[in-house]
């Protein structure tokens, strides 16, 4: 993807985020409205329901955390460590969809002779907390590199298409834990930069810019749906071609999701947990009957934003990543 005219956009990005929030530039093979699609200039429904962090919050020392980054924090390329020793906890991400693995690229064989090429999938991971038993704090945790090194702007990037970039990794206290809870995109302070002042993984090579009016896309997926017997697609959720979740340049919108299930840290040594991303279920969300015409409106009327918002507003509800046992 490249960056157009950036000191014309972002000139613009302020007087169009009242309207629009963000947008995203078209790409080669995908569908869209206008060529651009975005998420929340007006706040929704449940504006204010979702935060980069959740109250309660420990971090190294115990430190009380009270609710993460605040949008205030800005966005900063090396941000401060929580922590300087624990474990590696090693989380490698799988695609499954019908409970087989979504090979990325492939036609995926579905019921009924259907078949389903991922295109495109990517979503940024940040503010990871681990859960302790009920009445304790959360313990907030560094997104660190394989090598343990704290993440640029202490933020994960998936790509489907880079296996070098499918493992979450965190550095975590030794401790028994009950799952974890992370931000599915990015903090107000990073989605309100320009990404040619910004490093990877908030670069606009990064697919994930919404350029027409600034911000960035927490979430992406574009796919080509084949039906049986034919190139025609059907209702099924699984014909939908493009999700485009994002949040909004003004207020702090992205969304948090929990995934439960024991996590058993050691004081040395690493510890590696598989986490599925379960498609069903988003697909499932991004096809939820619900209504967001308060935000769906000019270039957010584009089919594959209206699904990233039914997506992003579901999110809680749903179970997209599981923990192996």
């Known amino acids: 993807m490249k960056w157009y005219r950036p000191a014309v956009v ?19 093979g995908v569908g869209s409205s206008g060529g651009a699609a975005g998420m929340l200039g007006a706040p929704g429904p449940n504006a204010g329901a979702e935060s980069a962090g959740s109250a309660g919050t420990v971090s190294a020392g115990g430190t009380g955390n009270a609710g993460a980054a605040a949008a205030s924090d800005g966005c900063e390329k090396s941000p401060a460590p929580l922590r300087t020793q624990g474990t590696l906890l090693s989380l490698p991400l799988e695609l499954v969809l ?54 640029p702007y202490g933020v994960y990037l998936f790509n489907a298409e880079d296996a070098d970039s499918n493992t979450l990794t965190l550095l975590a206290p030794p401790g ?51 039906a049986a017997g ?25 969304p948090r999701v929990t995934v439960l299930g024991a996590l058993s ?30 935000v769906a409106v000019g270039l957010l009327s584009a089919p594959e934003a209206i699904a990233g918002e039914r997506l992003r507003r579901q999110l809680p509800d749903l179970h997209v990543f599981v923990l192996e046992p």
């Not at 990325?104 to 991922?118: C, I, K, M, Q, R």
């Not at 945790?141 to 394989?146: F, G, K, L, M, S």
């Not at 004081?267 to 069903?280: H, I, N, Q, T, Y």
């Open 10 to 28: 972002w000139a613009g990005a302020a007087a169009l985020a009242g309207c629009f929030g963000c947008s995203s530039d078209a790409q080669p």
């Open 265 to 294: 840290v050691p004081a040395s040594g690493k510890l590696e947990k598989g986490l599925s991303v379960v498609m069903d279920e988003i697909l499932k969300g991004a096809t939820a009957n619900i209504d967001v015409s308060d």
């Open 176 to 226: 028994e834990y009950t799952g974890l809870s992370f931000a599915l995109g990015i903090k107000l302070g990073c989605n309100q930069q320009n990404p040619a002042g910004l490093s990877d993984p908030l670069r606009s090579t990064s697919q994930m810019t919404w350029p027409h009016t600034g911000g960035f896309l927490f979430f992406r997926y574009e796919a080509r749906y084949m």
């Open 98 to 151: 019908g409970g087989k693995p979504f090979v990325f690229g492939e036609a995926n064989e579905l019921s009924g002779g259907s078949s389903l090429v991922p295109l495109n999938l990517r979503f940024y991971i940040s503010e990871v907390e681990l859960l302790r038993g009920a009445g304790q704090a959360n313990v907030a945790v560094d997104v660190v590199t394989a090598a343990g090194a704290p993440a």
């Open 230 to 254: 034919s190139a025609g697609a059907s209702g099924a959720p699984e014909s939908l071609p493009a999700v485009h979740m994002g949040g909004d340049i003004k207020v702090e919108r992205v």
